[in-house]
């Protein structure tokens, strides 16, 4: 290669470099123009928006001025308003003192009539109290009146009845039970009850044992009465149409019937002092001799009702009733004259005052009778315990060993009963008594008198009735139900009092009753 062609290839080379460099520029030169382009475009719009943004800054300072004037007239009227509320505040707090002060008047006014109003319900409650007690001590009055009133009547109707004039007679007793009744008076004192089963007639006897009855039973299996007689008697009997109708099991004067007992099976056992124990199952009768039991005179049922205790004079012996045999025997060393029972044992009386409670034949606990003397009859309850005596005391002892001597009968008491508060004795001296335990005093009422000797008695199973055995061999049925005597005494009384008779019996300050209403 020349020097020539070196030349003009590096003038070329250089001409192409000027080439792509003026290119090149050319380039920058357009990047840049449309950069000042662009720059000029973005200048008129931000002028453009700063034109709006001047008009939106003119408007918002228009606008703030308008709210500036606004809120200086809403300050303006606030401060006005806020003058109106003091001076309302002023005004409602002179009227809320006021109101206080009317407040205050009141109250006091309102306490002065409450003051007033308690005083007054004071006394009205004073006065009403004062009014209750005088009307209570005049119904107590009055009350005590009527009572003592029918007592009197009792005693008058008593009196008049035995004298002859039973009309009478039973209109004042009638009128006695009204008003004791009436007035919650008690109908057991003696001159009311007397008159009330004398004239309700509540008495009827037969005469139909030749001995003298020992024993008088009712029977829990179908309510015959069965009665025994020292003369070898045994009958049961029943009343049918308002009569007795007897039925005899047995008659054998060999044989002497001290008790009996009826079984819940059916079956009645009566013991005789001969050694003898007789079984009656319906008129079927069976005799069984006893060895190892002297002169046996009592029965007392053990073991809820399946045993028989059999009682001598110095020997008891135990009879299971399901097969009626004699299961056992013992001999005691004291003489028996007595026996009773007390929670469900058999307690055994001895000649000496000995009392001995019998759990089981070989089970014999002894103690001493609480009072001195020879106990013929005893009965406990679940308050009491009673003892009659061979005198015709009667001592009632509660369960703190208390004690209450009862004197009403003159010869030996021969059995004692309870019925509730109620306590029945008879005795050799022919007298049936009531005793109300709960009596502060208790004093014997005479249910009746009897011309023989009262030796034994029992309720009927109603307990309206009691039955009694005497020694000449009568049996007594005896009316005892308040109910079914006022029942009777009404039928009988048969008119009313006269103007007159009430006058005379019951007084004229008495306001007038009709008797026979019951008015």
């Given at each position: 290669m020349n020097r020539k062609d070196l030349v003009i290839g590096c003038l070329g080379v250089l001409l192409l470099l000027l080439v792509g460099a003026g290119l090149y520029m050319h380039y920058i030169d357009k990047e840049r123009l449309s950069e000042l382009e662009s720059e000029i475009g973005t200048l008129r719009e931000q002028e453009k928006q700063a034109v709006v943004d001047r008009r939106v800054s003119k408007q918002m300072e228009e606008i703030a001025y308008g709210q500036q004037v606004l809120s200086e007239e809403r300050s303006q009227e606030a401060i006005r308003q806020s003058e109106i509320a003091q001076e309302m505040t002023l005004r409602s707090e002179a009227e809320r003192k006021k109101a206080l002060e009317a407040r205050g008047i009141a109250e006091e006014a309102a306490h002065e009539a409450l003051n007033a109003y308690q005083m007054a319900e004071q006394q009205r409650l004073e006065a009403d109290n004062q009014r209750q007690q005088a009307e209570h001590a005049k119904l107590v009055a009055d009350t005590l009146n009527y009572i003592t009133l029918g007592r009197t009547l009792g005693s008058q109707s008593y009196a008049i009845y035995q004298a002859g004039d039973t009309e009478l007679g039973n209109?004042?007793?009638?009128?006695?039970?009204?008003?004791?009744?009436?007035?919650?008076?008690?109908?057991?004192?003696?001159?009311?009850?007397?008159?009330?089963?004398?004239?309700?007639?509540?008495?009827?006897?037969?005469?139909?044992?030749?001995?003298?009855?020992?024993?008088?039973?009712?029977?829990?299996?179908?309510?015959?009465?069965?009665?025994?007689?020292?003369?070898?008697?045994?009958?049961?009997?029943?009343?049918?149409?308002?009569?007795?109708?007897?039925?005899?099991?047995?008659?054998?004067?060999?044989?002497?019937?001290?008790?009996?007992?009826?079984?819940?099976?059916?079956?009645?056992?009566?013991?005789?002092?001969?050694?003898?124990?007789?079984?009656?199952?319906?008129?079927?009768?069976?005799?069984?001799?006893?060895?190892?039991?002297?002169?046996?005179?009592?029965?007392?049922?053990?073991?809820?009702?399946?045993?028989?205790?059999?009682?001598?004079?110095?020997?008891?012996?135990?009879?299971d009733i399901a097969t009626d045999k004699l299961i056992g025997t013992r001999r005691l060393d004291y003489r028996i004259v007595s026996t009773g029972r007390r929670d469900y044992k058999a307690l055994l009386f001895d000649d000496q005052g000995g009392m001995h409670v019998v759990t089981t034949l070989h089970q014999i606990t002894d103690e001493k009778v609480p009072m001195g003397g020879q106990v013929t009859a005893f009965v406990s309850s679940r308050q009491f315990e009673a003892y009659g005596m061979a005198d015709g005391t009667i001592w009632l002892m509660d369960k703190d060993h208390q004690t209450n001597r009862l004197v009403g009968h003159l010869s030996q008491v021969t059995k004692i009963k309870f019925d509730g508060r109620r306590l029945y004795s008879s005795s050799y001296d022919g007298k049936l008594l009531l005793w109300m335990t709960d009596d502060p005093q208790i004093k014997p009422i005479t249910l009746f008198q009897s011309n023989s000797w009262l030796t034994d008695f029992t309720f009927s199973s109603d307990r309206d009735y009691i039955w009694t055995g005497e020694h000449d061999g009568t049996v007594t049925e005896y009316l005892i139900s308040l109910p079914k005597i006022a029942q009777r005494l009404r039928q009988n009384v048969k008119r009313d009092f006269t103007k007159d008779e009430w006058n005379y019996y019951f007084g004229k300050g008495i306001p007038y009753r009709r008797v026979k209403s019951g008015e």
């Open positions: 209109m004042l007793a009638y009128a006695a039970y009204l008003y004791t009744k009436d007035y919650g008076g008690d109908l057991f004192v003696p001159a009311v009850f007397q008159a009330l089963t004398q004239s309700a007639g509540g008495r009827r006897n037969w005469s139909v044992h030749n001995g003298s009855i020992t024993c008088t039973e009712v029977s829990p299996h179908d309510n015959h009465l069965l009665t025994v007689s020292t003369y070898g008697e045994i009958f049961t009997h029943r009343i049918q149409g308002g009569q007795l109708e007897t039925t005899r099991l047995m008659s054998d004067k060999h044989y002497c019937f001290r008790d009996g007992f009826s079984a819940k099976n059916g079956k009645d056992y009566v013991i005789s002092h001969t050694g003898h124990l007789v079984i009656a199952d319906g008129n079927q009768v069976r005799v069984v001799y006893l060895e190892g039991i002297s002169r046996p005179f009592s029965l007392r049922n053990i073991n809820d009702g399946q045993q028989l205790l059999i009682i001598g004079e110095n020997g008891i012996g135990v009879l």
